[in-house]
């Protein structure tokens, strides 16, 4: 939920209006638009999820609709190797290497991916890549995290 409809709910009770505000709305966080906060904590809580139940039990949560895979957001995984583990767009791809997918501009972007959480535990890259909602090359931003203790790394993207 965005930070500006909690302090809404806060100020209102504060000054004590006599109105019900929900302090969460599934339809308006999953209708909104994702934003870099968004991939970044749900990247993180996806790491975890693996670290806790394993892969498999994590892959069935991430699979399903909910609040990890909503709108545009979804939870890539892929091992060191640059294999997909789980890859809810399209399922049939687990087990394909995407080691050399390039991006429109000849950026090994998976390879970039794996820089990152090899090298610095998690962070962010950037890349252009085909948005499905617009049909268009867009800008988009992924947040990456090693998940810890193994070689798997959790990711989720958005369209800036």
């Keep these: 939920m965005r930070l500006w409809f909690r302090l809404l709910a806060v100020a209102l009770i504060a000054v004590g209006t006599a109105v019900t505000v929900p302090l969460s709305t599934p339809a308006v966080a999953q ?11 749900i990247t993180l809580k996806a790491a975890e999820l693996i670290a806790a139940q394993g892969l498999d039990e994590a892959a069935k949560t991430f ?6 895979k909503h709108g545009e957001i979804y939870v890539n995984v892929i091992d060191f190797a640059g294999i997909w583990k789980v890859y809810p767009p399209r399922p049939a791809g687990v087990g394909q290497s ?3 997918v390039k991006d429109p501009d000849g950026r090994f972007i998976v390879q970039d991916v794996l820089a990152v959480a090899k090298e ?40 800036k």
Excluded at 31 to 41: L, V, W
Excluded at 63 to 68: I, K, L, W
Excluded at 139 to 154: H, N
Aim: hydrophobic share 35%.
């Design 31 to 41: 209708d909104a638009k994702p934003t870099q906060e968004d991939a970044k904590s």
């Design 63 to 68: 699979n399903a609709e909910g609040p990890f």
């Design 120 to 159: 610095k535990d998690e962070g962010w890259v950037e890349y252009r890549w085909l948005n499905p909602a617009s049909n268009k090359i867009e800008p988009k931003i992924t947040y990456v995290k090693r998940v810890p203790g193994q070689e798997l790394v959790a990711y989720v993207g958005i369209y």
């Design 98 to 100: 995407v080691i050399n």
